[in-house]
């Protein structure tokens, strides 16, 4: 995901910053891994879908270990891509 977002970032978005952030995030009873991608270019546009620019790619991916992608603008306005993944239960701590 991070790949494709910034190959996404270098190709179309004319963007002057990108800002990769990897953390953990606590939702409910379930502690999830963020990955964030948010640049300052042009964006997708008023209606972000999936299908454009490798996003239907990364969306299987995530979702083929039960994690969820979201597409929003970014706060310096450009596109922030966020994977919110399940962590793996060897990383668990007690």
């Given at each position: 995901m991070v790949q494709e977002s910034?190959?996404?970032?270098?190709?179309h978005a004319r963007a002057r910053h990108v800002e990769v952030r990897v953390g953990l995030r606590r939702?409910?009873?379930r502690t999830e891994i963020e990955v964030e991608v948010g640049d300052d270019g042009c964006g997708l546009g008023d209606a972000p879908t999936p299908g454009r620019?490798?996003?239907t790619g990364m969306h299987e991916r995530v979702a083929e270990v039960?994690?969820?992608?979201?597409l929003q603008r970014a706060p310096a306005g450009g596109l922030c891509v966020r994977a919110r993944l399940p962590q793996p239960a060897a990383l668990t701590t007690p």
């Open positions: 910034l190959t996404n970032v270098a190709r939702d409910g009873s620019h490798g996003l039960d994690g969820r992608l979201e």
